[in-house]
């Protein structure tokens, strides 16, 4: 049995996490404070869906919902094994002590990440996301580096955070795709509507 791998990350956003996450085809579930996040989130998307229809604007939030089901709990769940066991922290591991369970509060199951694939999870520290992966995951499957998962996730994981910071903060996103990766940038939305008000005044 291969050993789980805690591989600190800078994700210290939940519900960016979840969208890269889904962009690469995963569907994660959450639990602990990831589920409250994600049920704060979806009070903002209902409400904000229900004004855009009602003012016929477009709606580009993310739906979540998917990711809390009757297996989400109020605390962090164990990661499995391919054999349905549990897995516990060797020696040298920098967040669980020896032997202890190992217990994220998002978790990609699985049948998702492989064939013969463990569990792939993230666990929140305090103020950053911990990404728990397999020895044998990390050369095999979906998540693996030879699928450049960590590379497409912290990737799909900025962009994210742009769009969650522009959609907040009434401002646009738009990305280049250089040699160095995407280029992304951030710009004050315009209000079309008091665009056409100027316009029909300037006319006048």
Known sequence: MSHFRTIITQYTDT????QAQLYLGFAPLVHG??????????????????QAEKNGEEFTMIDLSGCITVYSTD???????YSDDFRYASEGDEFFAVDQLITAEII???DQVGGCSNDVGFAWTGDKYLFLRS???ANCGKC?????FPYRLTEN???????????KNNMEVSEER??????????????????SRQQVATRR
């Open 144 to 148: 693996s580096d030879r699928m450049d």
């Open 108 to 110: 990609v199951h699985r």
């Open 178 to 195: 250089t040699e160095q990766g995407i280029q992304i940038k951030l710009r004050p939305r315009q209000n079309t509507k008091s665009s």
């Open 15 to 18: 519900i960016p996490l979840l």
């Open 33 to 50: 404070k990831a589920k409250l996040d994600v049920e704060k989130y979806q009070e903002e998307y209902l409400k904000a869906k229900q």
């Open 75 to 81: 605390t962090p769940q164990p990661c499995m094994s």
């Open 157 to 167: 994981y900025t962009r994210q955070t742009a769009h969650e910071f522009a959609r």
């Open 135 to 137: 020895d044998y995951d």
